[in-house]
């Protein structure tokens, strides 16, 4: 019963997605694959490498899944853990050398923020392009070798965002429930059932709670570098808030029971339970950049005169920030405001053309982004940005 | 996530804790035994082994995936020491060292680390860099031996598992085979010592001379 297997795996690894789920690092032969067969690399976080063997049902293709730490694809690309090491360590003990006569890796697009194709060609003489950045368009993919702009952009729909809501919601609810368990067990039933309609709220109205992300402007006091999971403007979290306290309002005049310390005492908890979970909603969503407070809001800058159009800014980049003008040979950056600070387009520019620039104009070196990977998680900015004291940002990214 | 976050400067409060304290010892014994003069700290870490190398004069190369590991690596090292440091995965040693380079590579807690292939891999690139007679030291956490044993290891080591885990990010794992992954690439097993559990063991082995398609 394999299914069955797969689909519980598929329940508890969603509704714990907060931890690693590591599989064993190896080769895997999909359909019946030949010596010119495609190969494919992933990283080892369970959940992705069954998603991709679905989504590659009926193909034959060689999949290598890469020692990431069982973390997924863009969460250990950004944090160092995804890169050409990984790569090159997969390249080398999974024997694939032996099965194909070519040495052309297709890696997922999201990797591109820690994997350094040039690393990999020069230590295993494989030359890596980015497939897609969904697993669902792989069969596309493999079928025109062409990679169309929606293959390229990482989108945030109504299942991929109630799959972040039960990635909040069963943890928020398991842990409170169990204490609550001990010593008030007639309130778990309502409190898991608020710490899930309240996630589920969160993210199935995201799109609707704010219009797009919003990051610190130049006025933020300087105490919210403090909040460093927040959202400053706090907005969404405040209007999911005030909906759950109006609704528990509405129950209790339907109810014609009004009881103020229940009201209060509910109204303190949602609250608590809002703010657990939209703790980290630039790594549970695809629309923040990795830092909210103003000091790690970093802007690309483009070095014209460097870039020759190879355009592999264009091609990484998972928000279609970039147009390249092909008479001129240059790229361009059409929507620099979509950009979310991947930095996968400075790892990848093959003339070191872009750059991150901090709000306070500093420009970092790309040596260091394509060093530490880009993330800038806590103290690896310290050393790349003059704002030491506020370098202390969370950002990876869970749902890719 | 904060979670993932890599953080190296906690990672030696962590796998002190997660030791209960030991793991200086284990650095200790190894810098005893190591012969030199050239060796390979493989996983160095932050160099703590490498650093006990070195102030017994040794010629040292810490080799360690993380960067940002052997920036604090770099940081603890005494001026004036013959320390060097590389970036590079345990499978990328044949790309940064001439075959014959060393008399002993040390590695602790680092095999536990890999994967079954890896680890074949890399003691073969081991095998590779070291010159006749060259000596391996593996110290590392190993399943221990009876079902018995296991069960203790496992009661024992959760709970300072997770409270490891949840206040540095840092875990290690038991490894199987060792002895015989270390035979398979070509080396002769000098030397076992393993505390009373069972379940740590540190390795002396010895480069034989390769054989055909053993090591080469």
Same mark, same amino acid.
């Given at each position: 019963?394999?299914?069955?297997?797969?689909?519980?795996?598929?329940?508890?690894?969603?509704?714990?997605?907060?931890?690693?789920?590591?599989?064993?690092?190896?080769?895997?032969?999909?359909?019946?694959?030949?010596?010119?067969?495609?190969?494919?690399? %992933?990283?080892?976080?369970?959940?992705?490498?069954?998603?991709?063997?679905?989504?590659?049902?009926?193909?034959?293709?060689?999949?290598?899944?890469?020692?990431?730490?069982?973390?997924?694809?863009?969460?250990?690309?950004?944090?160092?853990?995804?890169?050409?090491?990984?790569?090159?360590?997969?390249?080398?003990?999974?024997?694939?050398?032996?099965?194909?006569?070519?040495?052309?890796?297709?890696?997922?697009?999201?990797?591109?923020?820690?994997?350094?194709?040039?690393?990999?060609?020069?230590?295993?003489?494989?030359?890596?392009?980015?497939?897609?950045?969904?697993?669902?368009?792989?069969?596309?993919?493999?079928?025109?070798?062409?990679? %169309?702009?929606?293959?390229?952009?990482?989108?945030?729909?109504?299942?991929?965002?109630?799959?972040?809501?039960?990635?909040?919601?069963?943890?928020?609810?398991?842990?409170?429930?169990?204490?609550?368990?001990?010593?008030?067990?007639?309130?778990?039933?309502?409190?898991?059932?608020?710490?899930? %309609?309240?996630?589920?709220?969160?993210?199935?109205?995201?799109?609707?709670?704010?219009?797009?992300?919003?990051?610190?402007?130049?006025?933020?006091?300087?105490?919210?570098?403090?909040?460093?999971?927040?959202?400053?403007?706090?907005?969404?979290?405040?209007?999911?808030?005030?909906?759950?306290?109006?609704?528990?309002?509405?129950?209790?005049?339907?109810?014609?029971?009004?009881?103020?310390?229940?009201?209060?005492?509910?109204?303190?908890?949602?609250?608590?339970?809002?703010?657990?979970?939209?703790?980290?909603?630039?790594?549970?969503?695809?629309?923040?950049?990795?830092?909210?407070?103003?000091?790690?809001?970093?802007?690309?800058?483009?070095?014209?005169?460097?870039?020759?159009?190879?355009?592999?800014?264009?091609?990484?980049?998972?928000?279609?920030?970039?147009?390249?003008?092909?008479?001129?040979?240059?790229?361009?950056?059409?929507?620099?405001?979509?950009?979310?600070?991947?930095?996968?387009?400075?790892?990848?520019?093959?003339?070191?053309?872009?750059?991150?620039?901090?709000?306070?104009?500093?420009?970092?070196?790309?040596?260091?982004?394509?060093?530490?990977?880009?993330?800038?998680?806590?103290?690896?900015?310290?050393?790349?940005?003059?704002?030491?004291?506020?370098?202390?940002?969370?950002?990876?990214?869970?749902?890719? | 996530?904060?979670?993932?976050?890599?953080?190296?400067?906690?990672?030696?409060?962590?796998?002190?804790?997660?030791?209960?304290?030991?793991?200086?010892?284990?650095?200790?014994?190894?810098?005893?035994?190591?012969?030199?003069?050239?060796?390979?700290?493989?996983?160095?870490?932050?160099?703590?082994?490498?650093?006990?190398?070195?102030?017994?004069?040794?010629?040292?190369?810490?080799?360690?995936?993380?960067?940002?590991?052997?920036?604090?690596?770099?940081?603890?090292?005494?001026?004036?020491?013959?320390?060097?440091?590389?970036?590079?995965?345990?499978?990328?040693?044949?790309?940064?060292?001439?075959?014959?380079?060393?008399?002993?590579?040390?590695?602790?807690?680092?095999?536990?680390?890999?994967?079954?292939?890896?680890?074949?891999?890399?003691?073969?690139?081991?095998?590779?860099?070291?010159?006749?007679?060259?000596?391996?030291?593996?110290?590392?956490?190993?399943?221990?031996?009876?079902?018995?044993?296991?069960?203790?290891?496992?009661?024992?080591?959760?709970?300072?598992?997770?409270?490891?885990?949840?206040?540095?990010?840092?875990?290690?794992?038991?490894?199987?085979?060792?002895?015989?992954?270390?035979?398979?690439?070509?080396?002769?097993?000098?030397?076992?010592?393993?505390?009373?559990?069972?379940?740590?063991?540190?390795?002396?082995?010895?480069?034989?001379?390769?054989?055909?398609?053993?090591?080469?």
């Amino acid at each position: 019963m394999a299914w069955v297997r797969d689909a519980f795996s598929e329940v508890v690894e969603t509704c714990l997605r907060v931890l690693p789920w590591p599989t064993l690092p190896r080769l895997i032969r999909v359909g019946h694959p030949g010596r010119d067969a495609p190969v494919l690399l %992933t990283c080892n976080y369970d959940l992705t490498v069954r998603r991709v063997l679905r989504a590659l049902r009926g193909q034959n293709a060689f999949l290598l899944v890469a020692p990431t730490r069982g973390i997924n694809v863009w969460c250990s690309a950004a944090g160092g853990m995804f890169t050409a090491h990984q790569v090159i360590s997969i390249l080398r003990t999974s024997g694939i050398e032996r099965e194909v006569d070519h040495r052309r890796l297709i890696l997922p697009q999201l990797s591109a923020t820690g994997v350094e194709r040039k690393l990999v060609q020069e230590r295993t003489g494989w030359h890596a392009v980015f497939g897609p950045v969904e697993a669902r368009d792989l069969p596309a993919y493999l079928a025109t070798n062409h990679k %169309t702009n929606e293959m390229r952009h990482v989108r945030f729909p109504l299942l991929r965002r109630l799959e972040m809501a039960v990635t909040w919601a069963f943890p928020v609810s398991a842990i409170g429930g169990v204490i609550l368990a001990l010593g008030w067990p007639r309130l778990v039933l309502p409190f898991v059932a608020m710490a899930w %309609t309240i996630a589920v709220a969160l993210f199935g109205f995201f799109p609707w709670l704010g219009g797009r992300a919003e990051h610190g402007a130049r006025e933020t006091p300087g105490w919210t570098r403090y909040l460093v999971f927040f959202d400053p403007s706090i907005r969404r979290l405040l209007v999911v808030w005030l909906a759950f306290v109006a609704g528990l309002c509405g129950f209790e005049y339907w109810k014609d029971a009004w009881n103020i310390h229940a009201l209060i005492g509910w109204g303190l908890a949602s609250l608590f339970i809002v703010l657990l979970v939209g703790m980290d909603l630039a790594g549970s969503t695809p629309l923040y950049k990795s830092g909210l407070h103003e000091d790690r809001l970093l802007h690309i800058e483009l070095d014209s005169d460097a870039c020759q159009g190879r355009a592999m800014c264009w091609e990484v980049c998972p928000k279609n920030c970039y147009v390249i003008d092909t008479e001129r040979h240059k790229a361009l950056i059409a929507l620099p405001d979509a950009c979310v600070q991947c930095g996968a387009c400075v790892v990848q520019c093959p003339e070191d053309a872009l750059a991150f620039v901090t709000p306070s104009g500093q420009r970092i070196p790309i040596e260091t982004i394509r060093k530490y990977k880009l993330n800038l998680l806590g103290r690896r900015a310290i050393a790349v940005t003059p704002q030491a004291d506020a370098a202390h940002s969370g950002g990876s990214r869970r749902e890719a | 996530m904060r979670i993932l976050e890599s953080a190296p400067e906690r990672y030696d409060f962590g796998i002190r804790l997660l030791s209960l304290g030991r793991i200086n010892s284990v650095y200790g014994r190894v810098s005893q035994l190591a012969r030199g003069p050239d060796t390979l700290d493989l996983g160095c870490g932050t160099g703590n082994l490498a650093r006990r190398l070195a102030a017994r004069g040794h010629r040292v190369t810490g080799v360690d995936l993380s960067p940002e590991m052997l920036d604090v690596a770099r940081l603890k090292a005494p001026p004036g020491a013959a320390l060097n440091w590389v970036q590079a995965g345990a499978v990328e040693l044949v790309d940064c060292f001439p075959p014959a380079s060393f008399d002993t590579i040390a590695s602790v807690l680092m095999f536990s680390e890999l994967s079954p292939a890896e680890r074949a891999e890399t003691l073969r690139q081991c095998h590779r860099l070291l010159r006749a007679g060259g000596q391996l030291l593996i110290a590392d956490e190993v399943r221990a031996g009876t079902f018995g044993r296991r069960a203790l290891q496992t009661m024992l080591r959760a709970p300072l598992a997770a409270i490891t885990y949840a206040l540095t990010q840092t875990s290690t794992h038991a490894v199987r085979g060792l002895e015989e992954e270390i035979a398979a690439a070509g080396f002769s097993l000098l030397r076992r010592e393993s505390n009373r559990l069972g379940d740590f063991t540190l390795l002396e082995a010895e480069r034989k001379e390769a054989r055909d398609g053993v090591g080469a």
